[in-house]
């Protein structure tokens, strides 16, 4: 399980709305799961219970995670969103690795050159 | 629907010397509130004087809009930075003395809070590590049904682990409707569970702001933020 960790100049509720969304990406929550309640959530990650009340209020908002009215919150069911999302880390990861390349002084060619031999040799 | 404690030009002196300077506050229910400063800020001060310990030396502060009194006492649980609970008290004492003195304590409540924790009813408050008595202090205190829950100090001198546990009590035993102050200044460990902060120097606030609202609009954390205004 993934424990949660926040740092500490953003925000802690969107840094739950990033950690909730990596836990359905990682699989530890499942589509169609159904979620703890605010306030076990809360005390699972040492915050305030309305803090994690804004967070699902945003994860709701993005069609992340949705309520029944008398049986509680889900994780959504929606395949193709969960997909779009992980899609959408996997290339916030890739510019910030470009990034960081850049920095040090790696122009595109040689980047993917090394990229390629490094993937080569893991898979040996 | 009245703020659950406010001050109006809130003023305390001590043998002339001011603690308090004309402070005004309101605070909103449903809050988890972190009341932070220096020693000698005036933190227990405004603690004492919401608990009609203290009485102002001009000014007011009320309590969902009433005066410090018997009636105030009843909704607010007030847990003081040194107990007033006696050495030779076992649990069950003090279990019963809480009951005698609240309507609203939940026995059961305390005494399942008690036994996850493996404390017996015939263990003595004298026997007790200094950790171990801030928590049985601290669950005697939540598990009264209360409005407003003054902590003053409720982490100081206790370990990390039972740090977490007293927040983890603290999140999971309040109401929504009530309003918990929390007086610290170890903010590292608290500011996670807050909702608002007041930032209180030399009997002045400096600061009164959500957690949020200083970490979107500063991009800092309570703790960096609090260690620049209070740079000695």
Request: charged share 25%; with cysteine.
């Amino acid at each position: 399980m993934l424990s949660w960790t926040f740092t500490g100049n953003r925000p802690i509720y969107a840094q739950i709305v990033e950690q909730i969304q990596l836990k359905i990406l990682s699989g530890e929550y499942q589509p169609g799961q159904k979620v703890a309640s605010i306030r076990d959530l809360a005390a699972e990650a040492g915050v305030n219970p309305n803090t994690m009340q804004k967070a699902m209020g945003e994860l709701e908002a993005a069609d992340l995670v949705f309520t029944q009215r008398t049986s509680g919150r889900f994780i959504t069911e929606d395949t193709e969103k969960i997909a779009k999302i992980r899609r959408h880390y996997a290339e916030q990861s890739v510019l910030d690795f470009i990034k960081q390349m850049q920095g040090l002084g790696y122009g595109t060619d040689e980047m993917i050159t090394l990229v390629s031999a490094i993937i080569k040799e893991e898979n040996k | 629907m009245s703020f659950i404690l406010e001050c109006r030009g809130l003023t305390k002196h001590y043998a002339g010397r001011p603690a308090l300077n004309g402070i005004d506050l309101q605070l909103e229910r449903g809050r988890i509130i972190g009341l932070l400063g220096p020693n000698g800020s005036g933190k227990t001060t405004l603690i004492k004087l919401a608990n009609g310990l203290l009485t102002p030396t001009s000014g007011e502060i009320l309590i969902a809009g009433s005066k410090p009194g018997i009636e105030t006492k009843k909704t607010v649980a007030y847990l003081p930075e040194q107990t007033y609970l006696s050495d030779w008290m076992r649990v069950r004492d003090m279990l019963a003395y809480f009951a005698d003195f609240y309507e609203n304590f939940r026995v059961d409540k305390a005494q399942d809070m008690l036994r996850r924790l493996n404390i017996g009813e015939g263990d003595r408050l004298k026997t007790m590590s200094k950790g171990t008595k801030e928590k049985v202090q601290l669950i005697l205190v939540m598990s009264r049904e209360a409005d407003l829950y003054l902590l003053d100090e409720p982490i100081g001198g206790v370990d990390p682990a039972a740090r977490d546990y007293i927040l983890e009590t603290i999140i999971s035993n309040y109401s929504e409707n009530a309003t918990v102050l929390i007086s610290t200044h170890l903010i590292t460990d608290v500011e996670k569970v807050l909702d608002e902060v007041i930032f209180i120097n030399q009997g002045s606030i400096a600061l009164q702001s959500t957690v949020d609202e200083i970490r979107e609009n500063r991009g800092t954390s309570v703790d960096a933020l609090f260690r620049e205004v209070f740079r000695c």
